[in-house]
């Protein structure tokens, strides 16, 4: 969630750095719009997805989770997350995947709060 003042490429670029440690420079290049229709409260969403970049492998054996937020980190391939994910966000990631490769921003409509 942004914090009051934040950008929308600034609240990723913040919660990377408290969850894991780990800095991006910013701003990130945007690679999709996602729209969500809210159960009760917010009415709507409206999130965004930017390019955080290749990590190496020293890069990711350095990052450092906050054990508040997560417990492991884990770097698969799309097919590899299909089946850990439910499907509607594995479609989201194939179509982030997809306008990171052609290098423009794509738009998603499925981010809506289970009803």
Known sequence: ??????????TPVRECRE??????PGPPRLLATVFGLGKDWPPATAGFVFDGGRLSSGELAAIVLDPDEHDQV???????????MPGRDHAR???????????????????????
């Open 1 to 10: 969630m942004a914090e009051h003042g934040e950008r929308p490429w600034e």
């Open 19 to 24: 969850e894991t440690g780990f800095h991006l």
């Open 74 to 84: 884990r770097a698969l391939t799309v097919p590899e997350w299909r089946d850990l």
């Open 93 to 115: 990631l194939e179509a982030v995947v997809a306008a990171r490769r052609a290098g423009i921003p794509t738009y998603f409509d499925t981010w809506d709060w289970e009803v």
